[in-house]
Nanobody, 124 residues
């Protein structure tokens, strides 16, 4: 069983950057595509970015495409989400999730292992 723990959130000003980390435990973490999602108060959880098992394939939501990057270091069992040029509308709890389906996908129903989330607050 893989367990995921997010870290790196915080309170920043608009235009700042943050790097979120998703640390996985379990010997087969590197087999799984990982996705990042976020949920703002009163809103549904939405897809942000995803990366395949090797890091060779990534996918982004339109809102993230020009400002965020996703990467992974399987030797460290960690996936990173770099958030640049942050805006107030990026304020949310950010979750990472693993899918055993093998798909690098934006659909949250494909993800079966979720972390507890990390809060990102951006002040304008």
């Amino acid at each position: 069983q893989v367990h995921l723990v997010e870290s790196g959130g915080g309170s920043v000003q608009a235009g700042d950057s943050l790097r979120l980390s998703c640390a996985g435990s379990g010997r087969i973490f590197s087999n799984y595509p990982i996705g990042w999602f976020r949920q703002a108060p009163g809103k549904e959880r939405e897809f942000v970015a995803a990366i395949n098992w090797s890091g060779s394939n990534t996918a982004f939501a339109d809102s993230a495409k020009d400002r965020f990057t996703i990467s992974r270091d399987n030797a460290k069992n960690t996936v990173y989400l770099q958030l640049n040029s942050l805006k107030a509308e990026d304020t949310a709890v950010y979750y990472c999730a693993a899918t055993t389906s093998g798909r690098t996908t934006s659909g949250p129903h494909w993800y079966d292992i979720w972390g507890q989330g990390t809060q990102v607050t951006v002040s304008s």
